[in-house]
Nanobody, 122 residues
Framework: QVQPVESGGGLVQAGGSLRLSCAAS????????VGWFRQAPGKEREFVAA????????YYADSMKGRCTISRDNPENTVYLQMNSLKPEDTAVYYC???????????????WGQGTQVTVSS
């Protein structure tokens, strides 16, 4: 199983923006949905956003609606998560995952990246 690789995390002030990237081989991404999840210390992993294999359907957690956009560049085998108006409560490790359908349930996804840390200071 090919593992996706996240990048783009970092430290940002509240109100700032970050763009996360998730890259994998064509074999890993081709025809599959990609989801972003996050996990803060002491909390369970939670859904952030997901996108269909062809980019024509995107889904967001209520907490992120209006503040983030998920997109994909299939020729580049990369999925992006643009996050704006970040809040301290967005601080977490962000993971991307690959699966057959863009569900909110982490069990839908079979291949996971190692995660990238996002820290939002107040």
């Amino acid at each position: 199983q090919v593992q996706p690789v996240e990048s783009g995390g970092g430290l940002v002030q509240a109100g700032g923006s970050l763009r996360l990237s998730c890259a994998a081989s064509a074999r890993a991404f081709g025809g599959y949905a990609v989801g972003w999840f996050r996990q803060a210390p002491g909390k369970e992993r939670e859904f952030v956003a997901a996108i269909r294999w062809n980019g024509e359907g995107a889904y967001y957690a209520d907490s992120m609606k209006g503040r983030c956009t998920i997109s994909r560049d299939n020729p580049e085998n990369t999925v992006y998560l643009q996050m704006n108006s970040l809040k301290p409560e967005d601080t977490a490790v962000y993971y991307c995952a690959v699966g057959p359908i863009p569900g909110r349930n982490s069990a839908n996804y079979g291949a996971w990246g190692q995660g990238t840390q996002v820290t939002v200071s107040s």
